[in-house]
């Protein structure tokens, strides 16, 4: 079960810290990833919406990824790998391939669909999936393909790779309908950074691996640690007696509420309604994925109540 806590020690105050719950990805044969986004304690950090955060899996072990045809609407998907390799299709025709260190995203607004199934020559999986809400304005945007490979950046004691905005002086050109915040940020063993942001934004620092602490408040792996508008300047330090790694995401808070269900974000029940009936009749909206030797996935039952906005806690 989500909860929030601050810090595991005393009066670490200003860094909220956001468990994951262990969620099946894909179908009743599929791994397990650790969701931090969205949760009852936060639903946005900036535009970000949703975080899963997997492996390392032994694919021999574990299965690896397969997840069949499915839908999105009124989103973005962000792709980043540690190791291993994702075959990505879509409906656009897309045909491209996920790999450690370079990031995949998909804009899916009115209407995408499309597959993950790890490749044959991975062994081990692990990586990052996460999810940026469009704002209304255009949150029936068309659908595109983007990828991008961000030269490694280094900075006092630590490793960057933005592949979203801007850090340390480095502006990833990934267009995206918010200001965002992306990076991967590998922090050497014992090291302390300290990293200027804007601070409009709001932070999430979500550890992989390390004894990390955030602003000063400890951290572990799979967890997210929350920081409110305000910031100048985040310190990163790694407490460990090895590289720690962390994956930085930030953004101006997102005002709008809304209606997150399965794959689809709206603004209302009726936006999650129309999409799923549109998905289960095999509307042109969704388009074909060709390539996968399988059945796409049906969409699941819708609750029997009216699918409530979800929205942050007030700002005090």
Known sequence: MDHTAVGHGAAEAEVEVLTARDVPLGGPRAMTVRRTLPQQARTLIGAWCFADHYGPDRVADSGGMDVAPHPHTGLQTVSWLFSGEIEHRDSLGTHAFVRPGELNLMTGGHGISHTEVSTPATTVLHGV??????????RHAPSEFQHHAPAPLHVGGAELRVFLGTLAGDTSPVRTF?????SEVLIDAGATVALEVDPTFEHGLLVDTGDVRFDGTALLPAELGYAGPGRTTLTLTNGSDHPARTVLLGGPPFEEEVVMWWNFIGRSHQDIVEAREAWERASDRFGTVDGYPGARLPAPALPNAVISPRKNPSRH
Do not use: K
């Open 129 to 138: 999936q996460l999810w940026v809400a469009l704002p209304g304005e255009h």
């Open 178 to 182: 918010t200001p965002l915040l992306g």
